[in-house]
């Protein structure tokens, strides 16, 4: 009876904040945008977004387009469209990222011999210097062949198509340049994080832990409106009150942070290492956010109090326990006082695991969060059981 009287106040809990449409788009919605804001920043696996006028360019046109397209070293996305004016349009909303337009004719002017010009458009800013680099390449590597293919013509070797398909196939056997890149020093962030990875893994601390405290203001309103009073008089002990509301403030936590997870997995797939190291983390973490939530509830006069002190609880300690920034780009000292807070035992475990490591290699960091929790958990009972029945 006590344990299904203490899953009821969970559940009522539970159903209480998931019923506010505002409170649901903080939980779900505004964590993915961060995400995605994030990611974009520090590199995605999206492809450029090209938009290509090619109209009657004949055969050459299309080789060209199919070498930007599928060049590993390029590997454009490309969106083809009928008109200069459409493609000009597209550029300006931001549908693509730059604009080819190749003349018509193209491939009749190249074989006479002639000049094709090839227009970029791009916005304002940088973008045109980055893909004016790419596209000029993949044109150089078109003319030196045609140049080939022109020269033997000439010199009466073969016809300019059977000098063509020979430099083509003997552009495939030479050599190319390899480029290795090597880091020097320490590598400010490992490569498996980049991307929509970091993003992840920095705003599921953030918002967990966020979620939780603001949950606390929940604890205040049973309080001032006497529900906590009401199930006091019932026969219900005060210690499965106790665990219910600590039940509650742990299912939201875990309920989000389940659903950052799974959601950047399938959309973005966001690597999250060693399954059964990611749910301990994740189970861990939201023991400490319920601790620090039920805490906060004991301790704040008014639900006003206690919204306040969360949000503010909640960003600054995120901030020094670099769930806002990469916690790389802190100074030494910066970086020895971040951990003291859960956020960056929580944060390395989770880097660890995406590195390739197992529940054996997170050991200490399990173990200062299972601290955390155990600590965080005590108080608020402590002071919690103090405020029910003073």
Do not use: C, K
Not at 171 to 177: E, T
Not at 349 to 360: E, M, N, Q, T
């Amino acid at each position: 009876m006590r344990i299904r009287a203490a899953l009821a106040i969970a559940r009522a809990n539970v159903v209480r904040l998931l019923r506010d449409r505002l409170g649901l788009f903080f939980i779900f919605v505004l964590p993915l945008i961060i995400i995605v804001v994030t990611g974009l920043q520090f590199g995605t696996g999206f492809l450029p977004r090209i938009g290509v006028v090619a109209v009657d360019v004949g055969e050459l046109g299309d080789e060209l387009v199919t070498r930007l397209a599928s060049d590993d070293e390029t590997g454009w996305e490309i969106r083809e469209f009928d008109s200069v004016d459409g493609l000009t349009d597209a550029v300006e909303r931001r549908q693509v990222d730059v604009g080819v337009v190749m003349p018509a004719g193209y491939d009749e002017q190249l074989r006479a011999g002639g000049i094709a010009d090839v227009i970029l458009l791009s916005p304002p800013g940088d973008t045109a210097i980055r893909y004016r680099t790419t596209l000029a390449s993949a044109i150089g590597e078109q003319a030196t062949v045609l140049r080939a293919a022109t020269f033997a013509a000439d010199e009466g070797v073969a016809s300019f198509d059977n000098a063509l398909a020979t430099a083509r196939s003997l552009q495939a056997l030479l050599p190319g340049v390899s480029v290795r890149v090597t880091t020097a020093g320490e590598e400010f962030l490992p490569g498996e994080l980049l991307g929509f990875g970091l993003g992840a893994h920095s705003q599921l601390i953030l918002f967990m832990f966020l979620t939780s405290l603001t949950g606390a203001a929940q604890l205040i309103l049973s309080r001032t409106l006497g529900v906590s009073r009401r199930m006091l008089s019932t026969p219900t002990p005060i210690g499965t009150i106790l665990i219910g509301e600590a039940l509650g403030r742990f299912g939201v936590a875990l309920l989000q942070g389940l659903f950052i997870v799974f959601a950047t997995m399938l959309a973005f797939g966001v690597d999250w290492g060693d399954p059964l190291g990611a749910a301990i983390v994740v189970i861990l973490f939201a023991l400490v956010g319920s601790g620090a939530a039920m805490l906060i509830g004991a301790v704040a006069n008014n639900a006003e109090q206690a919204s306040g002190l969360a949000v503010m609880a909640g960003l600054g300690i995120a901030a020094i326990g670099g769930a806002m920034v990469p916690p790389e780009i802190f100074p030494p000292t910066i970086d020895t006082v971040s951990h003291v807070t859960p956020h960056r035992w929580a944060i390395e475990a989770l880097r660890d695991l995406v590195s390739g490591g197992g529940i054996g290699s997170i050991g200490l960091e399990l173990a200062v969060l299972a601290g955390f929790a155990v600590v965080l958990l005590g108080l608020a009972t402590w002071r919690l059981r103090a405020a029910l029945t003073r």
